[in-house]
Every structure is written in C-alpha cells, then in structure tokens.
C-alpha cells in the first residue's frame, strides 16, 4: 500500500514562491507515475502538473505553465512542485497522485492519493 504525504504548504504573498513535496512511505517513488491536484473551496479539481517514470517527461496545466515546476529526486523517493509568480487564484489545497501502471495521460485516475497541503496566497 503506497502512502503519500504532501508538505511545503502554507501562506506567501502574491508573486512569491513555495516548493511543495511528495514523499512515498513504503515504496520508493521512482517506480511511479506522479502528479499533482489542487482544488480551491467551491472549485473542481484542477489538474496542476504530472511527471513520468519512465523518461521524466513533464506535464502541465495551461494555468501553471511557465510558473510552476515538477521534478523528482528517486534516491529520496520524493516529487517537487516548485511554484513561483504565486497568484491568489493558485489558493488551494494541494494533492499529489501516483500510480505505478497508468501514464500521464490518464493521470486524473491514478489510484494512490496523498492527503493534501494547503497553499494560501495572499497579502
């Protein structure tokens, strides 16, 4: 049974930066497909970013993309989401998902969740 846990959350200001992560328990994380999620209070989950296993091709949201970065380190079986130009409307909580079959592609129905940092941006 993979579990994760996401850190790195927490309130900045609009333009800043925060680093969140995803660590596995139990199995080492580079042998998964890895995305993230967020959902905002009111909001329908949002697709953020995902990173494959295989080769380390990255994915992205049109919302995050060019501000928002996914890369893993597999020796600390851990994912980042480096996120910087923070808006207010990234204010969300933050999931990461993995799964050790299905790609990128069908990331929406990876079967391993963690359970969730909170991102607020806002002065």
């Known amino acids: 049974q993979l579990q994760l846990v996401e850190s790195g959350g927490g309130l900045v200001q609009p333009g800043g930066s925060l680093r969140l992560s995803c660590a596995a328990s139990?199995?080492?994380?580079?042998?998964?497909?890895i995305g993230w999620f967020r959902r905002a209070p009111g909001k329908e989950r949002e697709g953020v970013s995902c990173?494959?296993?295989?080769?380390?091709?990255?994915y992205y949201g049109d919302s995050v993309k060019g501000r928002f970065t996914i890369s893993r380190d597999n020796a600390k079986s851990t994912v980042y989401l480096q996120m910087h130009s923070l808006k207010p409307e990234d204010t969300a909580d933050y999931y990461c998902?993995?799964?050790?079959?299905?790609?990128?592609?069908?990331?929406?129905?990876?079967?391993?969740w963690g359970q969730g940092t909170q991102v607020t941006v806002s002065s």
């Open positions: 998902a993995a799964d050790l079959y299905k790609t990128c592609v069908s990331v929406r129905d990876f079967g391993s």
């Open positions: 990173i494959s296993k295989s080769d380390g091709s990255t």
């Open positions: 139990g199995f080492s994380l580079g042998y998964y497909n």
